[in-house]
């Protein structure tokens, strides 16, 4: 089997990702990179950082916030959170699905929290999280709720809140208000506030909410997804629109859930942009170019940022940017 995605790269990362003390990381090496036979999946959700994480979690399915609570509405967004947090990792690094119970139960939980509307509400009080509904969105899809009505529910409500391009913000932020009027807006009760459509897109937000479409399998193929993905590429490398994640440093710093090249570049890898798109080509060559000597990838490529021994979080990373490239340098995975 040819791995001729390997040439464009400086070092061969696979070698390293066997390295990583957690065997998922190797376990999917082996899967996707190699394509080798590996033991069935539900191997992976019996490895002790899986039940590490499954051991807290409550009986409704979500787990429990530790630490200062200066959220006073909803009564469960702090539950909200923990469970977004725990339910991504275990589905996007694990690869969890609803045979798993703990993630049919924590997707229960999310779904609990769904509006008449359609939205994941109470990240941001009683304001509409339009990003935050979209990547959760993502990972329900991923762990096999495609298909659930509630799903499509939240599908429409998303496209029923873009901006007149097509692209996403998040309302609170269209709205000119100062930090301190959006935090009491976001932190305690307070009418939903629309956004005004007449404001441009934000790409970091639009990245988030164009991941729940990217993950579908019918509706990553709407005119909707493509206008949002042709919006999100073209302001590759660019500050954003907002004063929240402006700068452009953000596009490159891989941190948690928050956008960036490679969360865009899974994105139009999954809505079948090639890489002989332009934007597509400059994001590739860019990860290509920054590779380091010892194979992985930096979390932070902000130029003060200090570059510290491996974290398990640079595996994942690698494993991911390995999948990207593999995909669009062969067509495979």
């Known amino acids: 089997m040819t791995q001729d995605w390997l040439l464009h790269l400086k070092v061969n990362p696979v070698p390293v990702l066997f390295t990583c003390p957690n065997p998922a990381v190797q376990y999917f090496a082996r899967r996707d990179l190699l394509c080798e036979a590996v033991e069935p999946i539900s191997h992976i959700w019996q490895l002790p950082e899986v039940e590490k994480i499954v051991r807290k979690q409550q009986p409704d399915g979500s787990w429990k916030h530790s630490g200062k609570e200066t959220t006073t509405y909803p009564s469960y967004h702090y539950q909200l959170v923990e469970t977004w947090k725990n339910l991504r990792i275990i589905v996007e690094h694990y690869d969890a699905s609803r045979n798993l119970s703990a993630a049919e139960k924590a997707a229960e939980f999310m779904f609990s929290c769904q509006t008449s509307q359609g939205d994941i509400r109470g990240m941001l009080g009683n304001q509409y999280a339009t990003y935050y509904t979209g990547a959760i969105l993502a990972v329900l899809i991923k762990a096999g709720y495609a298909d659930d009505p509630r799903v499509a529910k939240s599908l429409d409500w998303l496209l029923s809140m873009r901006q007149n391009d097509g692209g996403w913000s998040i309302p609170v932020l269209t709205r000119g208000l100062t930090q301190q009027a959006i935090n009491n807006l976001t932190s305690r009760y307070a009418e939903s506030l ?47 629109t907002y004063s929240s994640y402006h700068d452009a440093r953000y596009w490159v710093r891989f941190m948690f859930w928050w956008p960036n090249l490679v969360t865009a570049l899974e994105s139009l890898m999954l809505l079948g942009y090639s890489r002989d798109d332009v934007d597509v080509q400059k994001g590739l060559v860019w990860l290509i170019g920054n590779q380091m000597p010892d194979g992985l990838w930096r979390l932070d490529y902000g130029k003060d940022v200090k570059q510290k021994a491996p974290s398990v979080e640079q595996y994942w990373l690698a494993l991911k940017i390995a999948k990207i490239l593999k995909h669009f340098y062969e067509g495979r995975v």
């Open 194 to 240: 629309e956004p005004d459509r007449s404001k441009p897109f934000s790409h970091n937000w639009t990245d988030m909410a164009l991941r729940a479409f990217a993950a579908h399998p019918t509706r990553r193929h709407t005119k909707e997804a493509h206008k949002a993905a042709e919006l999100l590429k073209s302001s590759f490398f660019q500050p954003d």
